[in-house]
């Protein structure tokens, strides 16, 4: 509709047009239309320490990384899940600490969130502290099985709680009812982006100011993905993380661009939406996730072009069988 005349009197450094688009997204005053049209990465960020349990996630992280204990990372096998798992990868691997594994689940075999089989894994392995990203708010049980095993749960998700909280060490999610944290609707990397932003806040000598910015294109890929509206905190994670996409140094979503014959310089959501996306949830739905973690984190080329190709090839696989299923529905 048309803005109301107070609507109007704050925007009427616009032009109707755009008076009238920025109404109808739900900005009404020039402090929102500034904030919508001119992101700002230093004044638009909520400090992490906002969220529910950050400090003692932070401290527990911290601890581990010092005492080398070892981590387990458990993504969702989705195109949110796994840049999450991917962006904790980068980050550990940039402050120099190894003693770390990734674990994503297979859709088809062990389904969505955690798993006590997954977890007696990584139990066996050594793992001592467990994030997990993009899941875990409902696994009370498979929390309470992991915490019985001596593995500390940390979960980081966006997704709504139930009547109440697992048992786990801390529960980081924008959502939980008690949250006072100014956005709710981060995705699940963005949640994770804003722990390591805590984590740097608190142990700035970890890695040179203004690394974690590098981290952004694959909070912008989750984001895009995960299909969350691109307004406050969301719009500015994406909007700068687009920028770090058209300059990535990721070898494997270079090498992804050029099979696509996709201008790096020109990206845009829709470049992101109908063709990464695709290819990342391919991956999962052909029963190989952990082949789309390999393409975002592969470091030499010859892996870049293997996983590239693989995800291409698979997203075709899953076009054909979707038509056959299509086809066949049709006919009944």
């Known amino acids: 509709g048309e803005p109301s005349k107070k609507a109007r009197k704050e925007l009427e450094e616009f032009d109707d047009l755009t008076a009238k688009l920025l109404y109808n997204r739900g900005i009404k005053t020039k402090k929102e239309a500034g904030r919508f049209l001119n992101p700002d990465f230093d004044n638009h960020l909520?400090?992490?320490?906002?969220?529910?349990?950050m400090e003692k996630a932070v401290n527990r992280i911290l601890y581990a990384i010092k005492n080398n204990e070892k981590i387990g990372v458990w993504s969702d096998y989705?195109?949110?899940?796994?840049?999450?798992?991917?962006?904790?990868?980068?980050?550990?691997?940039?402050?120099?600490?190894?003693?770390?594994?990734?674990?994503?689940?297979?859709?088809?075999?062990?389904?969505?969130?955690?798993?006590?089989?997954?977890?007696?894994?990584?139990?066996?392995?050594?793992?001592?502290?467990?994030?997990?990203?993009?899941c875990g708010i409902r696994n009370h049980k498979e929390i309470e099985y992991a915490q019985k095993l001596g593995i500390d749960v940390i979960v980081t998700?966006?997704?709504?709680?139930g009547d109440d909280l697992p048992g786990a060490f801390a529960i980081i999610n924008p959502k939980r009812k008690s949250s006072k944290y100014p956005e709710q609707i981060l995705c699940g990397t963005g949640v994770v982006w804003k722990l390591i932003s805590a984590i740097l806040k608190k142990e700035r000598g970890l890695l040179n100011e203004g690394q974690e910015k590098w981290l952004l294109d694959l909070v912008c890929v989750a984001t895009l993905s995960d299909m969350v509206p691109l307004t406050g905190e969301n719009r500015v994670l994406s909007y700068f993380g687009l920028s770090v996409l058209k300059k990535s140094r990721r070898l494997g979503l270079n090498r992804l661009f050029q099979m696509l014959k996709m201008n790096k310089q020109n990206?845009?959501?829709?470049?992101?939406?109908?063709?990464?996306?695709?290819?990342?949830?391919a991956a999962s739905r052909m029963g190989h996730p952990i082949d789309a973690f390999n393409l975002l984190v592969a470091e030499d080329d010859g892996g870049a072009e293997t996983y590239a190709r693989h995800l291409d090839h698979i997203n075709n696989e899953r076009k054909g069988l979707v038509a056959s299923i299509t086809k066949e529905a049709k006919k009944k």
């Open 78 to 134: 989705d195109a949110d899940g796994i840049p999450g798992g991917a962006l904790l990868y980068d980050f550990f691997k940039k402050i120099g600490f190894s003693n770390f594994v990734n674990y994503i689940p297979n859709r088809h075999t062990e389904g969505y969130g955690m798993n006590n089989e997954g977890i007696d894994d990584l139990a066996e392995s050594g793992v001592k502290l467990l994030i997990t990203i993009d």
């Open 46 to 53: 909520y400090d992490p320490f906002l969220l529910c349990d």
């Open 267 to 281: 990206l845009n959501e829709d470049d992101i939406t109908f063709m990464i996306t695709p290819r990342i949830n």
């Open 157 to 161: 998700d966006h997704h709504e709680q």
